[in-house]
Nanobody, 120 residues
Framework: VQLVESGGGLVQPGGSLRLACAAS????????MGWFRQVTGKETEGVAR??????YTFYTDATKGRFTISRADNTLYLQMNDLKPEDSATYYC?????????????????WGQGTQVTVS
């Protein structure tokens, strides 16, 4: 299984980016997918999750109203609007083996290599 993120980069505050995560070796149907982020030296932070049915999405207080998670054609997306300097991090997509989502990063089985987002 491989998850490959793309779409990161440098953006000014208030700008937008769209991250994508393409999968090989696994299909996104019926499994929970999520986006996480990490700043060097800090813990991995959840950003958004979408359950296996695709009907339920979950966001943290920091991202609600600004970020949107979606998926199509075995690609997971994260639309990020109104970006703030505190959103700067390495962003990872991850997949669970279950339809329902869990909060803890440790429960996600597969991870991408990450893509850097810098808001400055």
């Amino acid at each position: 299984v491989q998850l490959v993120e793309s779409g990161g980069g440098l953006v000014q505050p208030g700008g937008s980016l769209r991250l994508a995560c393409a999968a090989s070796g696994v299909t996104y149907d019926n499994i929970c997918m999520g986006w996480f982020r990490q700043v060097t030296g800090k813990e991995t932070e959840g950003v958004a999750r979408i359950d296996g049915s695709g009907q339920y999405t979950f966001y943290t207080d920091a991202t609600k109203g600004r970020f949107t998670i979606s998926r199509a054609d075995n690609t997971l997306y994260l639309q990020m609007n109104d970006l703030k300097p505190e959103d700067s991090a390495t962003y990872y997509c991850a997949a669970m083996v279950t339809t329902g989502c869990s909060v803890s990063p440790e429960t996600f089985r597969w991870w991408g290599q990450g893509t850097q987002v810098t808001v400055s």
